[in-house]
């Protein structure tokens, strides 16, 4: 079946660093690939959206890139701040469906 | 402003009694779907609904029921809870199936005891 890994365990980084997060698929060819970013007791907001053509997307201080022969995606953030902090969701996208991961919790400390 | 509005935010409730959780969309989108979130699980899909009286099963429908009559509305029906249906639940919209973002509701905190 298939499956996403995403760090378990929290990133902390000092405010002004670059934030790396990581996103691992297996036993899938997603057509493209998303990032959320959710806070406590709240709902996912959307990222960014990448598709299996795209090597790389851009917004603002977000970048994407998406390898599909490593099965990867990773997701920065460059000058990062505290307000950065938060839970981020990467999901899989194909036909009728999304598949998130469980997310990986960034904290940016001043 | 658009949005994605579920009642109620927090619902403690007994097993075996049933309960709806609603959802409505005002951004005029086809395709809606439920999640439901548990620590170290992420987001699970339960149902979704590609357009009005059109609805299908996501990956976890067992226990959960859902109509789609109106294209804004989209409720959740538990008709006999049980202390494993204890979760975060949330609703999505987006415009054109799964191929663009998907807007969420600010999710719904059930506890069945």
């Known amino acids: 079946s298939q499956k996403i890994e995403q760090n378990s365990e929290a990133l902390n980084i000092q405010e002004g660093k670059t934030a790396t997060l990581t996103c691992n698929y297996t036993?899938?060819?997603?057509?493209?690939l998303q990032w959320y970013r959710q806070d406590p007791g709240r709902g996912p907001v959307f990222l960014l959206l990448i598709r299996e053509n795209e090597k790389e997307k851009r917004k603002e201080r977000l970048k994407v890139t998406f390898d599909t022969t490593l099965k990867q995606s990773l997701f920065h953030i460059t000058a990062s701040q505290p307000a950065d902090s938060a839970t981020y969701l990467c999901a899989l996208g194909g036909y009728n469906k999304l598949i998130f991961g469980a997310g990986t919790r960034l904290a940016v400390h001043p | 402003e658009a949005q994605v509005t579920q009642n109620p935010r927090y619902l403690i409730t007994v097993t075996g009694k049933k309960l709806t959780v609603t959802c409505s969309q005002n951004m005029n989108h086809e395709y809606m779907s439920w999640y439901r979130q548990d620590p170290g699980l992420g987001l699970r899909q339960i149902y979704y609904?590609?357009?009005?009286?059109?609805?299908d099963k996501g990956d976890v429908p067992e226990g959960y029921k859902v109509s789609r009559k109106e294209k804004r509305n989209f409720p959740l029906i538990l008709e006999s809870p049980s202390p494993n249906q204890t979760s975060l639940y949330f609703c999505a919209s987006s415009p054109r199936g799964q191929n663009t973002e998907a807007f969420f509701g600010q999710g719904t905190r059930l506890t069945v005891v």
């Open positions: 609904s590609m357009n009005v009286e059109v609805t």
């Open positions: 036993n899938y060819s997603p057509a493209y």
